[in-house]
């Protein structure tokens, strides 16, 4: 069964104070690993897609890394409207070889950054 | 635009109702997902479809059915509505293969009273 552990819960920032956010998986043979944002009260939106370890992906003020086991989100200078639940998921084979593009999600860290 | 739209925000439900939330997507996806979110347990697999007609169960379907009669379209139903199943009920869709992962609809709070 696969297993996507998010940490921290959550994390206070101060606009301009770099971190990042981890993603730990285990899964039985990894096809995508990604990473959306999540407003309250709105659905998840899509940020990346990471494949195979030591890939890298960047957008504005975010960057994800990808190892065999994990997942970091690196954010650079943030600003308050970097304020969101972050979501790390995986998608994996399943036993029979069609795991017809299910996720399986972490449970989110909640990212506040203050000005 | 690309979208998925979720025919509801807010719903208000009375405990023993049949309810019905729909989502509807215009990329042409192949798989649509019916998912779950609440605090401290994230995102739950409800039901999931690859294809019209089909349907698969995912990691919570008591209480819940589906239906997709329609490559488009993909209902959640509630049989007798229970106030466990309050919730944000989020639709997804993908291709067939998960590329790209999914795209989610804006979610329908449901309270159930």
């Known amino acids: 069964e696969d297993q996507v552990t998010q940490s921290p819960e959550a994390l206070r920032l101060q606009e301009g104070e770099s971190s990042s956010l981890n993603c730990s998986y285990t899964?039985?043979?990894?096809?995508?690993l990604f990473w959306y944002r999540q407003d309250p009260g709105k659905g998840p939106e899509f940020l990346f897609t990471?494949?195979?370890a030591g890939e890298e992906k960047e957008k504005e003020r975010l960057k994800a890394t990808l190892t065999k086991k994990e997942s970091f989100l690196h954010i650079t200078a943030p600003k308050p409207e970097d304020s969101a639940t972050y979501l790390c998921?995986?998608?994996?084979?399943?036993?029979?070889?069609?795991?017809?593009?299910?996720?399986?999600f972490g449970q989110g860290t909640i990212l506040t950054v203050h000005p | 635009d690309v979208k998925v739209t979720q025919s509801s925000r807010y719903l208000v439900k009375r405990t023993g109702e049949k309810v019905f939330l729909e989502c509807v997507q215009d990329?042409?996806?192949?798989?649509m997902f019916w998912y779950r979110q609440d605090p401290g347990l994230g995102l739950r697999l409800i039901y999931f479809?690859?294809?019209?007609?089909?349907?698969e169960k995912g990691d919570i379907p008591e209480g819940y059915s589906v239906s997709r009669e329609k490559k488009e379209r993909f209902s959640l139903i509630l049989e007798s509505a229970s106030t466990n199943q309050t919730s944000m009920y989020l639709c997804?869709?993908?291709?067939?293969?998960?590329?790209?992962?999914?795209?989610f609809g804006s979610g329908t709070r449901l309270t159930v009273v």
């Open positions: 997804a869709s993908s291709l067939a293969t998960g590329g790209n992962g999914y795209t």
């Open positions: 899964v039985s043979g990894l096809r995508g």
């Open positions: 990471l494949y195979s």
């Open positions: 998921a995986v998608r994996s084979h399943d036993a029979g070889g069609t795991s017809y593009g299910k996720l399986t």
């Open positions: 990329m042409d996806h192949e798989n």
């Open positions: 479809s690859y294809d019209v007609k089909m349907k």
